[in-house]
């Protein structure tokens, strides 16, 4: 829409700050000479480039101390694999786009990179990152691949600013930005290998973008809103959700009221063609960009290899009628990428299923509506949410002139919070992380409004900015366990949250440094990482975990009594693997109160502790190697062993019957096959997933297969 004609009430400021203001309508200052204007350009651009640099120096003097988060390896193998190889079959779960940019800095290095093993996709991209990553340098790819993400959070910071400019003026613009450098979900996030930062740039870029065509319609703004949009679906598969933004963003468009903009020839029949026609062309531009970073090939993989398992069987496991049919659809046409789609059926199946959720100090079986806003409450700043909720006392955000903005804004948010919530994923407020930029520009405009009221207003506002940036610094570099005061700070969010709320398994070279400085050489340490602890030269014996056992880590039998130090990973108290009280080998921890925590996840207990089920699950894990290779007998005395110490354990029950089946005993079976579906039936059922099946009739059913 053409802004020639401006209303009345408005003021021109394009000519007070030219290089940042696109087509700004708001004035951030009034009416001065050249040279001061010239002055006060330069000083905003100034504080803002400080700004930025305090940005990155708290992103990469963080994510130093951090060992990797649980699913940077599979990232980074993956990008690698697919510039070396071009193969998108492993790690299909997630679009190339930020894959591929961290794994760039790795080519001059010329590192070898295997084929995956022809496992199920998720446990191959695991295995294959874990041997990429740790046969190499891992603290030198590490680094090298968070320091170019890091990318991704400078330029949403750039953004925040500049739409905060343009919306509503140069002082909203520092504001907001000041409330994203200082944001600690922001620094958790902002350097790792994963795609929640990369889709939160991205998501912004592209509403921010068609605000800016919206405003002043171009080609040249157009091609960017496509542009953006593209790359934001080759960042991450939530990022589909612009659809149903667009949509709505198209439909307020046209309803705005004619009284409310600038008087242009344009009719409404004639706006919603071209808005309409515009959305058209943003679907297919992003289309075309999301195919070239496959290659424009449909294959995910080269040479013929298959996936695993293969695309057609994987879409049975949607239970959705809509979703399969639509998928399937789209795979027959080959109208996407199979690597794309097997993601998206990937996305939508465990968003469906969900997994466990730990949440306000309690264990669900599956994702809970609330989430999302709890962990919005919990890891938010107190003082962000207070400037936040001040939104209805600033009275010129609501006046017509800024209704464009407050829907740009505000829609973008309400959409992704209220699909979030409907998701039984809940893993980590990183999923919701895309809401901050645009929450950040509405309540940078909303502070700087507030400030022009009156001076009384400057210094709440000034003090909340204060109190935001003094709480996330008091965090640091501990920005991934970050929860504000209210809920008792870093080193107590593990009691509410989990998973990656708290560390993401990160704090091993923090542990590391911990038992060099107090000279610990004998200590027990469970961790449920898929890292072998022993690469950062941890002395500890390992504990069980369910993690570690399926990367097939090192596990010895852990005695019914131990000594302190113990060193719990806090995934472990909650349950998260195995299910709450009982069902839990680490809940007698969970009451007692830790002598320290390291980088909020790690706890360590002194003292002596009888750890029976800790001792049967270990006893497990032993006969379970031992069942696989083939040593019946000896597996047998392990798992009858852990029987003795935890007799409620049911995967121990669920094994004896199979090996029992393997021995040709039938009554033994039996009978270890009734008390495990006892156990099923009894023990919190709505923990319990998988019922055990009977070895005696389906022999397929056995665990050691």
Excluded at 9 to 30: C, E, T
Excluded at 148 to 157: D, N, R
């Amino acid at each position: 829409m053409s802004s020639s004609v401006q209303d009345p009430n408005k003021q021109d400021s394009r000519n007070d700050f030219p290089d940042l203001a696109i087509s700004s309508d708001r004035k951030p200052w009034p009416e001065d000479t050249t040279s001061v204007k010239l002055s006060r350009k330069h000083w905003i651009i100034a504080v803002a480039s400080i700004l930025l640099i305090i940005l990155e120096a708290q992103l990469l003097l963080s994510v130093r101390k951090e060992s990797q988060t649980f699913d940077e390896s599979a990232h980074l193998y993956a990008g690698y694999s697919y510039l070396k190889r071009g193969d998108f079959g492993i790690n299909p779960e997630h679009p190339p786009l930020v894959k591929l940019i961290a794994a760039l800095p790795l080519l001059p290095l010329q590192l070898p990179v295997q084929s995956p093993p022809e496992v199920f996709f998720r446990i191959a991209s695991g295995m294959g990152g874990i041997q990429f990553l740790y046969s190499n340098d891992a603290d030198t790819l590490l680094f090298r691949a968070r320091a170019i993400v890091t990318l991704f959070t400078l330029s949403l910071a750039l953004l925040v600013f500049l739409a905060g400019y343009e919306m509503f003026g140069a002082g909203a613009g520092l504001f907001a930005l000041t409330l994203f450098v200082f944001e600690p979900n922001i620094l958790a996030n902002g350097a790792l290998i994963t795609t929640d930062m990369g889709a939160s740039c991205l998501v912004f870029a592209t509403v921010y973008a068609f605000y800016l065509y919206c405003k002043k319609p171009s080609v040249l703004r157009l091609a960017m809103g496509g542009l953006a949009a593209g790359l934001a679906l080759a960042a991450k598969h939530s990022t589909i959700l612009l659809l149903p933004v667009f949509l709505v963003l198209v439909i307020t468009e046209i309803a705005r009221r004619r009284g409310s903009e600038p008087k242009t020839s344009e009719t409404r029949e004639r706006k919603t063609f071209r808005l309409l026609s515009a959305l058209a062309s943003i679907t297919v531009i992003s289309l075309l960009i999301l195919w070239a970073f496959y290659g424009f090939r449909y294959k995910a993989r080269p040479d013929n290899l298959a996936m695993t398992p293969p695309a057609a069987i994987y879409l049975k496991s949607l239970k959705n009628p809509l979703e399969a049919g639509t998928i399937g659809f789209l795979e027959k046409q080959r109208w996407l990428p199979e690597a794309y789609l097997y993601g998206l059926t990937d996305v939508l199946t465990i968003s469906r299923e969900g997994r466990p959720a730990f949440v306000l100090g309690h264990l669900y079986p599956t994702g809970r509506w609330f989430y999302f806003p709890a962990v919005f409450v919990i890891k938010s700043t107190l003082a962000f949410m207070i400037l936040l909720a001040l939104t209805v006392a600033a009275k010129k955000i609501w006046h017509r002139e800024y209704r464009r903005e407050l829907v740009f804004l505000v829609v973008p948010a309400t959409i992704w919070f209220a699909i979030a919530m409907t998701s039984k994923l809940n893993l980590g407020l990183r999923h919701i992380l895309p809401i901050y930029p645009f929450l950040m520009v509405l309540v940078g405009g909303v502070a700087w409004m507030l400030v022009g009221q009156s001076k009384r207003w400057l210094y709440v506002v000034i003090t909340l900015l204060a109190l935001h940036s003094a709480s996330s610094l008091w965090a640091f570099p501990n920005y991934l366990p970050y929860s504000n005061e209210a809920f008792g700070g870093p080193s107590s969010s593990y009691k509410v949250v989990s998973d990656a709320n708290v560390g993401w398994e990160s704090g091993l070279k923090v542990l590391q440094s911990y038992l060099d400085q107090h000279h610990i050489t004998h200590c027990w340490f469970a961790y449920d990482g898929i890292v072998n602890p022993a690469y950062y030269h941890i002395p500890c014996s390992p504990m069980p975990t369910f993690f570690a056992w399926l990367a097939q880590q090192p596990q010895g039998v852990v005695p019914e009594k131990i000594d302190g130090p113990v060193f719990i990973g806090s995934n472990e108290m909650t349950g998260f693997d195995f299910g709450p009280d009982d069902l839990n080998p680490y809940d007698q921890f969970r009451n007692l109160h830790p002598s320290t925590v390291l980088q909020g996840e790690i706890l360590e207990f002194d003292g002596s502790f009888k750890v029976n089920k800790i001792s049967a699950l270990s006893h497990f894990v032993v006969g379970s190697r031992l069942s696989h290779q083939g040593q019946v007998d000896a597996a047998l005395f392990e798992l009858n062993l852990a029987e003795r110490l935890d007799p409620e354990a049911l995967l121990t029950h669920e094994m004896l019957a199979s090996l029992y089946a393997q021995k040709k005993q039938p009554d033994n079976a039996t009978r270890e096959y009734q008390i495990a579906t006892h156990i099923y039936q009894t023990v919190h059922p709505e923990f319990q997933r998988f019922p055990p099946e009977n070895p005696l009739t389906d022999p397929s059913s056995s665990l050691v297969k």
